[in-house]
């Protein structure tokens, strides 16, 4: 039994709260006294914070075309979207000791205090990043789906991977090679924002896409077909 089905408007608004307060709390973290002759740390700090704050509105745009694709989520989506968000809150946090902390030597064969830093911001991006390509298969293999065209379909699952695995290797660089110190949480968002503006040009390329028609057929698992369907 998958459970009741949420309508992602509502699921929305929760992702649209959550992602807010968290974006509005990052400022907190830039010092209240810059000592004398410290100017440049303020300059530092508010860099990162402009760093991670643009990390998360990428994130938070990625939960919004899941939820747009998909118009009702069931039990199993809505726990992964849950996780998605309470790692969302835990990120700032991360990322901004990543990135003041997180950048002297060390890797996987020289191990420092810093890849402790490092690991933990990892796991959270490769977490996030993970569920929402779960959310996205799943979105287009749900009857109720915005019916996207199969190939469109197939290029953003593929554009999907692609950042995941591109997201992979920029933390298994930092992790196993000498001389790599803290570049991946500049890659990171670079990689996010690459794989978005991908993907938002692949939705604007591709036909309109299909709603389902309401009925029970969507609880039952069958998927009506969307006529002239790019096949």
């Not at 930092?174 to 990171?188: H, I, K, M, P």
């Amino acid at each position: 039994m998958r459970g009741s089905p949420r309508e992602s408007s509502t699921l929305m608004n929760m992702v649209d709260g959550i992602f807010a307060v968290a974006i509005t709390l990052i400022p907190a973290t830039l010092p209240n006294t810059v000592p004398p002759g410290k100017g440049y740390v303020l300059i530092q700090n508010t860099g990162a914070i402009v760093l991670i704050a643009f990390t998360m509105l990428l994130i938070w745009f990625k939960l919004r075309n899941v939820l747009q694709i998909n118009t009702r989520l069931f039990s199993q989506e809505s726990a992964l979207l849950g996780i998605v968000l309470a790692v969302a809150v835990l990120i700032p946090k991360s990322a901004y000791l990543a990135i003041n902390y997180g950048t002297t030597e060390g890797n996987f064969w020289c191990w420092s205090d810093a890849q402790w830093i490092n690991i933990e911001y990892q796991f959270f991006l490769l977490l996030v990043e993970s569920i929402v390509l779960i959310l996205t298969i799943k979105a287009f293999r749900t009857p109720h789906a915005l019916r996207y065209s199969k190939r469109t379909r197939h290029r953003i699952l593929a554009v999907e991977m692609v950042g995941l695995g591109l997201l992979i290797l920029a933390i298994a660089a930092e992790n196993l090679l000498t001389g790599v110190d803290g570049q991946y949480v500049y890659s990171a968002p670079a990689i996010l924002l690459a794989e978005e503006l991908a993907c938002i040009v692949i939705m604007k390329r591709s036909p309109k896409p299909m709603p389902m028609p309401p009925g029970d057929a969507s609880l039952e698992g069958t998927i009506p077909q969307a006529p002239n369907a790019n096949r």
